[in-house]
């Protein structure tokens, strides 16, 4: 079955970094499109970073253009966000997507709390 398994979120001081990783199974992970979602309290979930296929197109939003990058493993099956100058409105639960948000697969999220 399908299995999108995020880690490396954590509790931060502004300025730092995170990594989080996405590990997936169950599914030809090169030919799909991946991305980075974020969902805040009282906010509505958000793209955050998308990558189309390794070597491909990425695109980020506004927000965490500069900060955020999006890269991928096929040989690995693992799409990870490095973030970096993090920052206390970056706070939210960050969930991998494969395919698209709407008929694509989910992982469970993983938290992520930028306070000092």
């Known amino acids: 079955q399908v299995q999108l398994v995020e880690s490396g979120g954590g509790l931060v001081q502004p300025g730092a970094s995170l990594r989080l990783s996405c590990a997936a199974s169950g599914f030809t992970f090169s030919i799909y499109a991946m991305s980075w979602y974020r969902q805040a309290p009282g906010k509505e979930r958000e793209l955050v970073a998308r990558?189309?296929?390794?070597?491909?197109?990425?695109n980020y939003a506004d927000s965490v253009k500069g900060r955020f990058t999006i890269s991928r493993d096929n040989a690995k099956n693992t799409v990870y966000l490095q973030m970096n100058s993090l920052e206390p409105k970056d706070t939210a639960v960050y969930y991998c997507?494969?395919?698209?948000?709407?008929?694509?697969?989910w992982g469970q999220g993983t938290q992520v709390t930028v306070s000092s």
């Open positions: 997507n494969a395919g698209s948000p709407k008929f694509g697969y």
């Open positions: 990558s189309v296929s390794a070597g491909g197109s990425t």
